[in-house]
């Protein structure tokens, strides 16, 4: 039995891999302090004998009583709404939370586990985006926030690794969707869902030409496991190189949920992506790793998880 720390463990994605930790038997600490994260997300692991539950910024010091055997961070706003309402909390949690957190697996002479993200890539000139490639980003720009954070994570963590011999790995996460999103996250999965079953018209930005790759969680999480498993200390990208248009995912949305909602057209945001799309190439020769959820199969288990949420929510 592994003991594992996952900062950030009641978001999307962190409630998910603590939920895939104790159902591989080992023990989970979740660290959150629910600024972006969901208490209902963690509610049905509370009771849990190998699940602790500790509420706090990772910003401030950690300490943990004990041994820990992993220090997954996934502690981050991660939707533009989240990071331009909290760009200096989004900033503190790549710098000081990332510090804080190596600086516990150092301790522990743990494994540490960062996940990045594919904004470190920017607004790319190349596509598909490759480990190698350096990115295009804007330092200044409303985005610069969440995309430097995350650049500057991936610099500690390589600099902990190469001064200190941590053991080290780094996921940069492409587009990511299942249950446990939130209803207003921002991001295009719950947006187009939100609105279509809401009957209300799906936002697209520009002329929704932009293109994204979807990746349902169940695959990421497989992904992730298997990166904890091989001894491989620069990024992994983990994405669907199944590349869409924006316009062409909200249709396919309007498809599934059957809703008559229109398309309503925004100008678009400032730095927003032209294209985003993994080259999984590294995942696949070094992990066996590649999506096998199909995307209308992981939609339709999403939309049924926010239909239940909507309707919740007007009771």
């Not at 999307?12 to 209902?40: A, K, P, W």
């Not at 961070?73 to 709404?81: E, K, L, T, Y």
């Not at 992994?236 to 498809?255: D, R, S, Y």
Request: aromatic share 8%; charged share 20%; glycine share 8%.
């Amino acid at each position: 039995m592994a003991r594992v720390l996952i900062a950030g463990g009641a978001g999307f994605i962190g409630s998910h891999l603590c939920q895939s930790f104790l159902e591989r038997g080992h023990e989970v600490l979740c660290v959150d302090n629910f600024s972006t994260g969901n208490r209902e997300n963690v509610a049905p692991f509370s009771s849990h004998p190998s699940f602790t539950f500790v509420e706090q910024n990772v910003t401030q010091f950690i300490h943990v009583d004990g041994r820990l055997d992993m220090v997954l961070h996934f502690a981050s706003p991660a939707s533009p709404v989240d990071y331009m309402e909290l760009p200096i909390p989004t900033l503190k949690v790549g710098s000081l939370g990332t510090h804080n957190a190596l600086g516990l697996a150092k301790d522990k002479k743990a494994l540490f586990l960062l996940a990045s993200t594919s904004e470190v890539y920017g607004d790319p000139l190349v596509k598909p985006q490759k480990e190698d490639y350096w990115g295009n980003v804007n330092p200044i720009g409303p985005r610069g926030v969440y995309d430097e954070a995350k650049r500057f994570a991936e610099a500690m963590t390589m600099a902990y690794h190469r001064y200190h011999g941590l053991n080290t790995r780094i996921v940069r996460i492409f587009n990511t969707f299942g249950p446990r999103m939130r209803i207003n996250d921002g991001r295009v999965v719950p947006n187009f869902i939100t609105q279509a079953l809401s009957r209300k018209g799906l936002t697209v930005y520009g002329k929704g030409t932009q293109t994204r790759s979807f990746l349902y969680i169940d695959d990421l999480v497989r992904g992730l496991h298997r990166l904890l498993e091989v001894e491989h200390h620069l990024p992994v990208n983990l994405g669907n190189p199944h590349e869409m248009t924006v316009l062409e995912f909200a249709k396919k949305i309007l498809e599934l949920t059957g809703s008559s909602s229109p398309i309503v057209y925004e100008p678009l945001p400032q730095d927003d992506p032209q294209v985003r799309q993994p080259d999984i190439t590294k995942a696949q020769e070094l992990l066996g790793w590649r999506p096998l959820v199909p995307m209308d199969e992981g939609l339709r288990r999403t939309i049924d998880y926010f239909r239940e949420k909507l309707g919740t929510q007007a009771k």
